[in-house]
């Protein structure tokens, strides 16, 4: 099984990924701290996600692999079995 990592992912009424951000309990810099917030329809949920996918750096790569994950409505059950690592010229 491949490493994992924490993340705080907002979902949309449907279960699609439309957000995400690494769940960092403690900032690393004092006095600096980040956060998402939901919007009306959206929820936020707590997933192990891959470390492949976790550490792409761009955005847009990033986006591309959570938009290719299945996820039911009311579940934290996230397939990323579906998700394919590729490489984006750019």
């Not at 959206?42 to 996820?71: M, T, W, Y």
């Amino acid at each position: 099984m491949s490493r994992t990592t924490k993340m705080l992912l907002i979902l949309d009424a449907e279960g699609r990924v439309v957000g995400a951000a690494h769940d960092v309990e403690k900032s690393s810099q004092k006095g600096l701290s980040t956060g998402i917030k939901a919007l009306a329809g959206q929820r936020i949920v707590r997933a192990d996600v891959p470390e492949e996918i976790a550490s792409l750096e761009n955005g847009r790569d990033l986006h591309l692999a959570f938009s290719r994950l299945s996820a039911l409505p009311q579940s934290v059950e996230l397939d990323f079995k579906k998700v394919e690592r590729r490489k984006v010229k750019h």
